[in-house]
């Protein structure tokens, strides 16, 4: 399993995303689950993937192979809404060759992907594409994109995101969101990769693989778990009397 958020602010974009894939007990192995393509000046994409990892190769592979062809490809389509459907189209190709045989053996086709970026002349712009080649866009209303093991990082992107939020803000947010991600989900694991795109850069400028020993992270997920427990703390106790609406005794 995987997780990746993909979040859309007046600033630019953040995403995120964990490398572990699970094949079973024993067959536990880190792949990268973000691609970037960029023609840095014309237009800076990024694609994050989760579910059956052959399946997400195959699209991403696909993706690639039409880089160098003559027809269209994501250097080629007009806009952040064409490249969407792009990649839409590249999922349905790979689910005409391969579904069939995958349901023979009863394996679903389960694929997923954030698409992210910018192409000069427009906004940066923010999607989320399902298995059957559909997809969806984020708005200032709606501003993230979860995918994979989505539900133990929700809570604190609620609280805390807005279309408003810096770049500096949301990257912190993501990382807190994937840290409690990892605290909850075996499935989920380092090294991370992430990305925040300034807007209108047009370029993959801050990157950067996070692993257990990086020194931000590690204070980050320090301060976060020592912060959230005094907080606790600091909450009122229970007053039973007062919970079930009787008076309190004198």
């Known amino acids: 399993m995987t997780y990746c958020v993909g979040m859309l602010m007046d600033a630019g974009l953040v995403l ?23 023609k840095p000046g014309e237009r800076m994409l990024v694609l994050l993937s989760a579910g059956n990892l052959a399946i997400t190769q195959a699209v991403v592979s696909l993706i690639r192979e039409r880089l160098d062809s003559d027809g269209a490809s994501l250097y080629t389509e007009a806009n952040m809404f064409e490249v969407a459907r792009h990649v839409g189209d590249c999922i349905r190709a790979a689910h005409g060759r391969d579904a069939a045989a995958l349901s023979a053996f009863g394996i679903e086709f389960n694929a997923s992907f954030i698409l992210a970026g910018q192409i000069v002349g427009e906004m940066p712009r923010l999607f989320s594409i399902y298995a059957a080649g559909n997809f969806i866009e984020a708005t200032p209303e709606t501003p993230y994109f979860q ?92 007053d039973w009397q007062a919970c079930a609406g009787q008076p309190r005794q004198q």
């Open 16 to 38: 995120l995303s964990d490398t572990r894939t699970n094949a079973g007990v024993d067959q536990v192995n880190t792949f990268r689950k973000m691609n970037i393509f960029e």
């Open 147 to 238: 995918i994979g093991e989505s539900k133990y990082g929700k809570p604190i992107i609620d609280r805390i995101f807005n279309w408003q939020s810096s770049l500096t803000d949301a990257a912190k947010c993501a990382l807190i969101s994937m840290d409690s991600t990892l605290k909850s989900n075996l499935s989920v694991g380092l090294p991370l990769d992430l990305l925040c795109y300034r807007r209108d850069s047009l370029r993959a400028e801050n990157r950067v693989s996070i692993d257990a020993s990086h020194p931000f992270f590690s204070e980050l997920r320090k301060l976060w778990g020592e912060r959230i427990k005094q907080a606790f703390i600091d909450l009122p106790a229970l």
